[in-house]
């Protein structure tokens, strides 16, 4: 039984599922209520917030307590993906381009899941730092009405697309069969996934960025341990050493020899990773039901109630609509890729291009899981600053917290720049990736700061609410710099479906075959001009202020 909390009652009129029963009393308020209604109810004199999982901090307090955790967090998620790629690298060449090419779809999977989410925590957020909690209660119980119901759906859609998309980026029949493997099974685990991630964006937009961590690192202690049981690879570390000669050395080591038997493959991967998703959300709905984040999930409010979902899609579907256009794009990247390494393979050259690609951006999300934590951060305090009316302590905030990404970005920029070999010996064993993936890292190192900069401000705006024109925004962006310039400078053609012979839609590419800067580093020198200019684009807004006058 779902118990009610004192505050459903005191909270009844600012439901906004209220029209459904007695509204309750309609006392006028005296001239001193009305004036004591007018100020700002969610912060205290000193700045600290009044209600809420940040009762009682100030802004620097907020900051660590919404960031740590997230940051932790996202690690830990990044950690499910890259196991996968990992475990798929020790399987083989097609193994590793199978996950590089899974991955793309489970990006898309997410972007669907967190349109919902994104409406969430910005309708919680302003809720909750308005002090209204039974709104906010009845936010999150539609939510998990309407995750449930996108990731069946998704999940079907995953099923069916599963082999066409493998044909879509070119992959070689081994790998389009470790693929379709993988993307079915996934499917499985895609509703366990929506409620994952529905709640936890619930979670952080009620200001409790901490207890969700405790789901993730369940479910990474789960993905882990049942993918490299059921696989059966082998955990290696590789050095590249220079000898006495000169010549550069591999030195392939094993770390844990895998103790099971099972020897699934991709199979195995993908159970892992289904079961890690299963254990979160089940996690989390516990935590929900019991009101651990100061708000509950009640029975009552899983009942659809169209204006609030109407409220959460019209907040969730710009950014649906933002996030997709910039996955269009980076799938068309993906085409390109699938078409160098066609095109090396055929030429006798290195192949195995896919699986570079998605190692080098495995990598390099070590680096910007620290600006997503700050954007997170900025994201939940800029609307909550908003809903307390407080708008000069939302720019505030988000300056802060892009401060601190660019100078954690900046020292992996570093890195990546010093010593790319080493990182990616730590992932790959195989030749085809020591050889290409160090040079994908040095070429985004040199844009670690602006891509903090975008990361946070993109995100803390869309937090606030200004969903629409950071669509837009992202979409000129994807569209007008990075798909053109990575397109132009692969020296790649476009072709989509079909055969070799007969494609469905083939853009031949206008560079010269002579052109210094062509292949995949040259789509990367292409992808790191966006992410420059990209940063210059959302600071340009940030400073202009619009965003603050975004509603929700």
Sequence with gaps: MIS???????????????ARGNPGPTTQPTPAAETHLRKPQGLTDDGRFRAGRLAGLGMGAAIWTLSWPVMIESFLNSLVGLTDTVLAAG?????????????????????????????????????????????????????????????????????????????????????????????????????????????????????????PLYAMIARN?????????????????????????????????????NPASFDLGILGIAIGTVAGDIVGAMILLGMALRGTWGIALLRRRLVPHWITIRRLLNLGWPNFLETSGMWFGNFLLIVMVGVISAQALAAGKNAGLLGAHMIAIRIEAMSFLPGFAMGTAAATLAGQYLGARRPDMARKSMLTCASIASAIMLAFGIAFITIPKNLVGVLSAQPEHLETTPTLLFICGWVQVPFALGIVFRTAMRGAGDVKVVMGMTWISTYAIRLPLAFLLSGADI??????????????????????????????????????????????RFIQGGWMKAKV
């Design 221 to 257: 202690v789960v993905n882990i341990t049942v993918s490299f049981l059921l696989s059966g690879v082998d955990i290696t570390r590789t050095s590249v050493v220079t000898n006495a000669a000169g010549i550069e050395e591999v030195i392939n080591r094993t770390i844990i020899a």
């Design 91 to 211: 399987l083989g060449v097609a193994e590793a381009d199978a996950i590089a090419g899974a991955s793309y779809i489970m990006w898309f999977i997410g972007l669907v899941i967190m349109a919902v989410g994104v409406g969430a925590t910005a309708m919680i957020s302003r809720a909750v730092g308005a002090g209204r909690l039974a709104a906010a209660r009845a936010v999150l119980g539609q939510s998990v009405l309407v995750g449930l119901i996108v990731g069946g759906l998704t999940a079907a859609g995953v099923v069916a697309l599963a082999g066409p998309v493998a044909g879509v980026m070119r992959m070689t029949d081994e790998a389009t069969a470790s693929f379709v493997t993988y993307m079915q099974i996934i499917a499985y685990g895609v509703p366990g996934a929506s409620m994952l991630f529905i709640l936890t964006a619930c979670a952080r937009g009620a200001g409790d960025a901490r207890r």
């Design 4 to 18: 009610r909390t004192p505050n459903d009652e005191t909270n009844r009129t600012a439901d906004p599922m209220s």
């Design 495 to 540: 072709v989509l479906g079909g055969t070799d012979a007969s494609p469905w839609l083939e853009i031949a590419n206008p560079m010269p075959d002579d052109f210094p800067i062509q292949g995949l580093w040259g789509m990367w020198i292409g992808m790191c001009t966006d992410l420059v200019l990209r940063g210059m684009i959302f600071t340009a």
